[in-house]
């Protein structure tokens, strides 16, 4: 110490004046630095509290959202499910109304062929009844017709028996036609007329019936409406000579006639008066003057034929004299009067049926008319709710805009009150500025990068340096956890090399669209956190971990190197944690004497090129680096430097390295011999920013005896205190241990001091073994680390490990433990007490219940994960700000390393805004 104190004093022998004024400085800076010091502390602690609180707001926020969208579904399947029954009972009732129509349909048909059945049935009898009559009439008036027919020729009267011999057979086979169905009843002719005798003109003798061709039966409507029209003019034939047609044939024109060509024995003209006669309309039948003059064609007989020349004018008149009055007889008045009523009913029937076809949809629409008002009535409520609900929807986000526009006069109006008081009694302008403040981005991926796999160093080629393996039985890993949301959602996670080649992945990425959801609760509604552990074995050189955000703020997780060796130069443990890239960077306790390597790795994981700058201390002060001032980095871009060869032989050194450009990450490898005998490796950690108080957890000191007999042959191997001094002023320093009862007795030099930008160390070897927090409190900025020792045979290898200062946990952080060693956790609360809630991970990702951890002020304690499970892979911790914690892993009984407690994740930096001058 001695020592210390001349080089403290160097200065002041040639320059006395300039040391009394350096120290009538010193209390004053003191005092600054301690100011600020406790400033940032306060603004640590508020920043924290307000992280915590808008954590707490976010999840608050997304419990909501996802109770307000769970409520809004279930609203949404309630009106869905209405609208499924309202639509399934108007397909009912509809199909009820299809199937009472149908029925009805089906009934009216089946009345309208009843009705035609009878028409049909009531036609036939009439018309076998009017056949009856006239046959027997036709018969009676026979015989008077022949009686008084002359002699005829013989050629003659045979051609007329051939002639009334076919009319018979005619008559025979028109009788035997079909009557049963409606349109045969009316379409078949009366041949009973055919057998009735009537003398034919003498002008025209009969045609014989074999010489006629036969015609069908029936006649289409059309023919008899023409024949009808015909009957209405009157015949030139009929007024030259026409037998008159005998009243019994009138119930003929009922039906359609045969054509008069088929008449047996009739003329010519006789035949087209007989066809008029026979097809005339039927409201023409009553008028007797039309009537009688017509003639029936198949009146005419074989008599006719066989009448003399002489005779047939006489005959022909006689017959005129006697039809006539046949003609006006009651019996065929009454045959017409049938005819006409057969008609009527007819006509009647057809409009009836013709008006119930018309009214029958009519008639079957009020048999449903009370459902269907009903289901109306339901689909308009239905109708008018889903309007309502639209119209809702639409409107709620201008109900917003125009509350949140309100709110904004409001804001504004306020403001531009307060502004014109201000305006009217003006403060006086304020001589300092205010703090600077801290504009949150929104969360990215966050990246960290994990150091490379130690290696020997073989030697440098021109600036680049070699290496090699330095063990055969090496086990290499890296290890990350990645924490879920209240939705059980686990963040997409991956490694990669530095410039993103060669990637694993380690969790599956969720869509981006769904990741910036913020859900507090998961598709069923239940809320709970679950989390992924991932091991990648022998992963060599640099690896870069990325973590997925969720809900638009950074995710739980982080990821650590762990190396061990069990022979080679490399034998040992060594853990760190992998870390997010920054501009700045400080190592405090590097060493370069002989026997120990110092290998700096500066990585570039960003985009952009950077522009590094390294400045070195050592006990002497600052090292002349001129060619570490301007080293380049492009993207992706990973550099080795050994220190060494920029400061020889230095048991102390210290590092500060700055970025001008992209953000960098910086890692020490260190690694020492013992000439032949390996006597440590550990990656150094990086420092807390410089600060006036530091505070160094997890210090672990072997047992005196130990540490006696290793450091026997070598004084250095005992544990260290490195303290650098970062101004010019140098700084003066004292040194507190606690332990878990409080401050921890020990006598230290009350004059501990680091001369201008140089290095201090103070040996530690008079505390017991165990875990501690190392405290150091200065009158100017500083970094410290604490050199730890594990080992007991000089012989044997030994091991090392680097515990450097630390900065307090702010909100809530996962850590995997060493899958080499055994980890425990010591944390330390120091200006006053400390809560922290310890939630154990195990192997197959499920969250143990959390722990309580209660930390008196002024004291540290340690926390063992295999207490709560022996499958212990990793620990979450949430904190209030005022903890600081570290890992420490111990492997065989030489072998130990130290890994920094990791920072939230923030995903991406915020933006500094001055506000003030």
């Known amino acids: 110490m001695s020592d210390e104190k001349n080089v403290n004093s160097a200065d002041s022998a040639d320059k006395p004046e300039s040391k009394a004024s350096e120290q009538s400085k010193h209390p004053m800076s003191a005092a600054l630095t301690r100011a600020e010091e406790k400033a940032a502390k306060i603004k640590a602690k508020i920043d924290a509290k307000l992280d915590k609180a808008r954590a707490k707001e976010a999840t608050q926020r997304a419990k909501a959202d996802a109770k307000n969208a769970a409520e809004s579904e279930k609203v949404q399947k309630a009106q869905q499910e209405a609208d499924a029954k309202a639509e399934a009972k108007a397909e009912k009732a509809r199909l009820a109304q299809q199937e009472a129509d149908a029925a009805e349909k089906a009934k009216a048909d089946k009345k309208a062929e009843a009705l035609a059945a009878k028409q049909a049935e009531a036609e036939q009898k009439a018309a076998a009844k009017a056949e009856k009559k006239p046959t027997a009439q036709n018969q009676s008036e026979q015989k008077p017709a022949v009686t008084p027919a002359p002699v005829a020729d013989p050629d003659k009267a045979e051609k007329s028996d051939q002639a009334d011999k076919s009319a018979k057979d005619e008559k025979s086979e028109t009788i035997q036609q079909p009557e049963t169905s409606q349109k045969s009843a009316t379409s078949v002719p009366l041949a009973v007329s055919n057998t009735e005798p009537a003398n034919a003109p003498a002008q025209e003798p009969a045609k014989p019936v074999a010489a006629q061709k036969p015609e069908p039966v029936a006649h289409k409507a059309e023919e008899h409406k023409h024949a009808s029209h015909k009957a209405e003019e009157p015949s030139h034939a009929s007024?030259?000579?026409?037998?008159?047609?005998?009243?019994?044939?009138?119930?003929?024109?009922?039906?359609?006639?045969?054509?008069?060509?088929?008449?047996?024995?009739?003329?010519?003209?006789?035949?087209?008066?007989?066809?008029?006669?026979a097809t005339k309309d039927p409201e023409s039948a009553p008028q007797p003057a039309k009537s009688s003059a017509t003639p029936a064609a198949g009146t005419a007989t074989v008599a006719g034929a066989t009448a003399a020349a002489g005779g047939v004018a006489a005959s022909n008149s006689a017959d005129e004299k006697n039809q006539v009055p046949a003609a006006q007889e009651p019996e065929d008045a009454q045959a017409a009067k049938r005819r006409r009523k057969l008609e009527k009913i007819r006509a009647a029937e057809a409009a009836k049926e013709e008006q119930s076809q018309k009214s029958e949809p009519v008639a079957t629409v009020p048999a449903s008319e009370p459902k269907d008002s009903k289901v109306s009535a339901r689909r308009r409520k239905l109708e008018k709710a889903r309007i309502a609900a639209s119209k809702d929807a639409a409107t709620a986000p201008t109900r917003k805009k125009t509350g949140a526009v309100l709110l904004s006069l409001a804001a504004v109006v306020a403001a531009c009150a307060v502004v014109g008081g201000g305006s009217i009694i003006a403060p006086k302008a304020a001589e300092s500025t205010l703090p600077a403040a801290?504009?949150?981005?929104?969360?990215?991926?966050?990246?960290?990068?994990?150091?490379?796999?130690?290696?020997?160093?073989?030697?440098?080629?021109?600036?680049?340096?070699?290496?090699?393996?330095?063990?055969?039985?090496?086990?290499?890993?890296?290890?990350?956890?990645?924490?879920?949301?209240?939705?059980?959602?686990?963040?997409?996670?991956?490694?990669?090399?530095?410039?993103g080649s060669s990637p694993r992945t380690l969790t599956k990425r969720i869509k981006e669209a769904e990741a910036v959801e913020a859900r507090g609760a998961d598709d069923a509604g239940q809320t709970g956190r679950v989390s992924k552990i991932s091991t990648l074995n022998n992963v060599e050189g640099i690896q870069s971990y990325s973590l997925q955000p969720l809900g638009g703020l950074a995710s739980e997780g982080s990821a650590l190197r762990s190396y061990q060796a069990s022979d080679g130069d490399l034998e040992g443990l060594a853990t760190a944690t992998c870390q997010a890239p920054a501009s700045n960077w400080r190592f405090t306790g590097l060493q370069t004497s002989t026997g120990s390597t110092s290998v700096m790795h500066l990585s570039n994981p960003t985009h952009t090129t950077a522009q590094v700058a390294l400045q070195l201390r050592g006990p002497d002060g600052l090292i002349d680096t001129p060619t570490l001032q301007s080293i380049v980095l492009a993207p992706g871009e990973d550099k080795a430097l050994v220190l060494g060869g920029y400061a020889q032989n230095m048991g102390s050194v210290s590092a500060e390295v700055t970025s001008v450009g992209g953000k960098i990450t910086a890692t020490v490898q260190q690694a020492a011999l013992r000439g032949l005998t390996p006597s440590g490796v550990d990656f150094v950690g990086a420092n807390a920013s410089a600060s006036n108080s530091q505070v160094i957890p997890?210090?672990?000191?072997?047992?005196?005896?130990?540490?006696?007999?290793?450091?026997?042959?070598?004084?250095?191997?005992?544990?260290?205190?490195?303290?650098?001094?970062?101004?010019?002023?140098?700084?003066?320093?004292?040194?507190?241990?606690?332990?878990?009862?409080?401050?921890?007795?020990?006598?230290?030099?009350?004059?501990?001091?680091?001369?201008?930008?140089?290095?201090?160390?103070?040996?530690?070897?008079?505390?017991?073994?165990?875990?501690?927090?190392?405290?150091?409190?200065?009158?100017?900025?500083?970094?410290?680390?604490?050199?730890?020792?594990?080992?007991?045979?000089?012989?044997?290898?030994?091991?090392?490990?680097?515990?450097?200062?630390?900065?307090?946990?702010?909100?809530?952080?996962?850590?995997?433990?060493?899958?080499?060693?055994?980890?425990?956790?010591?944390?330390?609360?120091?200006?006053?007490?400390?809560?922290?809630?310890?939630?154990?991970?195990?192997?197959?990702?499920?969250?143990?219940?959390?722990?309580?951890?209660?930390?008196?002020?002024?004291?540290?304690?340690?926390?063992?994960?295999?207490?709560?499970?022996?499958?212990?892979?990793?620990?979450?911790?949430?904190?209030?700000?005022?903890?600081?914690?570290?890992?420490?892993?111990?492997?065989?009984?030489?072998?130990?390393?130290?890994?920094?407690?990791?920072?939230?994740?923030?995903?991406?930096?915020?933006?500094?805004?001055?506000?003030?001058?």
């Open 239 to 277: 007024h030259k000579a026409e037998p008159q047609q005998d009243e019994t044939s009138k119930p003929a024109q009922l039906v359609a006639p045969l054509p008069a060509s088929q008449q047996p024995g009739a003329p010519v003209a006789a035949d087209k008066a007989s066809d008029s006669a």
């Open 438 to 499: 801290v504009t949150n981005l929104p969360a990215g991926d966050a990246t960290s990068i994990c150091a490379s796999t130690p290696q020997l160093l073989k030697g440098v080629d021109g600036t680049d340096p070699q290496f090699a393996a330095g063990a055969k039985n090496v086990n290499s890993n890296v290890r990350s956890i990645a924490v879920s949301d209240l939705a059980k959602r686990i963040p997409g996670s991956l490694v990669a090399k530095l410039d």
């Open 698 to 917: 997890g210090v672990w000191i072997d047992s005196k005896e130990n540490i006696s007999s290793l450091s026997k042959d070598d004084s250095s191997l005992v544990p260290q205190l490195h303290v650098s001094a970062t101004g010019s002023s140098g700084a003066g320093y004292k040194v507190k241990v606690l332990g878990e009862n409080g401050e921890v007795a020990a006598s230290f030099d009350e004059n501990l001091a680091a001369a201008s930008n140089a290095t201090s160390v103070v040996d530690l070897k008079q505390l017991a073994g165990g875990y501690y927090t190392v405290v150091v409190e200065s009158d100017a900025p500083v970094t410290a680390a604490v050199r730890m020792v594990r080992g007991a045979n000089p012989k044997d290898s030994s091991d090392t490990a680097w515990a450097a200062s630390s900065n307090v946990l702010a909100g809530t952080q996962a850590m995997p433990i060493s899958a080499n060693g055994t980890g425990k956790f010591a944390l330390a609360a120091v200006d006053s007490d400390s809560s922290v809630e310890a939630t154990v991970v195990t192997k197959d990702g499920k969250l143990q219940k959390a722990k309580k951890l209660q930390i008196d002020a002024g004291s540290s304690i340690v926390f063992d994960p295999k207490s709560v499970s022996d499958d212990a892979q990793a620990v979450i911790f949430s904190t209030d700000a005022n903890t600081y914690i570290a890992q420490v892993a111990l492997g065989s009984d030489r072998s130990i390393a130290w890994a920094a407690m990791p920072q939230a994740n923030a995903g991406r930096d915020g933006i500094v805004v001055n506000i003030g001058g």
